[in-house]
């Protein structure tokens, strides 16, 4: 499927799930920021997985901070950058920050290392 069927069929919630796994969050991400001003990449990724989430009955799995944080590091850095997101994300979150309800209801900034 190219991009623009990907994109298309995610903004319409009409994407199979199995199309969206954690590549397909970071393919989302890296649509946005080819598009739009990083600002608005951010606001449109968190949009578009968290109105796809809720069609999907599976809206308490949208976490935000991650969301921000791999949009944050995709920009600064490029998806190669990002091969292993987790260990990225662990260069600037603790996981028990992470692991708060607070993080996933709202962005929170990093407790380890600031993001780009």
């Not at 997985?49 to 069609?55: D, K, P, Q």
Request: charged share 15%; with cysteine.
């Amino acid at each position: 499927m190219d991009d623009e069927q990907f994109l298309s069929g995610l903004e319409a919630c009409t994407l199979p799930p199995e199309h969206f796994n954690h590549a397909g969050h970071l393919r989302l991400a890296c649509l946005y920021l080819a598009r739009y001003p990083l600002d608005e990449a951010i606001a449109r990724t968190c949009g578009t997985i968290r109105a796809y989430a809720t069609h999907l009955g599976a809206a308490n799995k949208f976490h935000i901070t991650m969301t921000v944080a791999l949009v944050r590091l995709l920009h600064a850095h490029g998806p190669a950058a990002l091969a292993d997101a987790h260990a990225v994300l662990a260069l600037h979150y603790s996981p028990a920050l992470l692991a708060a309800p607070d993080a996933r209801a709202a962005f929170v900034a990093p407790d380890l290392a600031p993001l780009p």
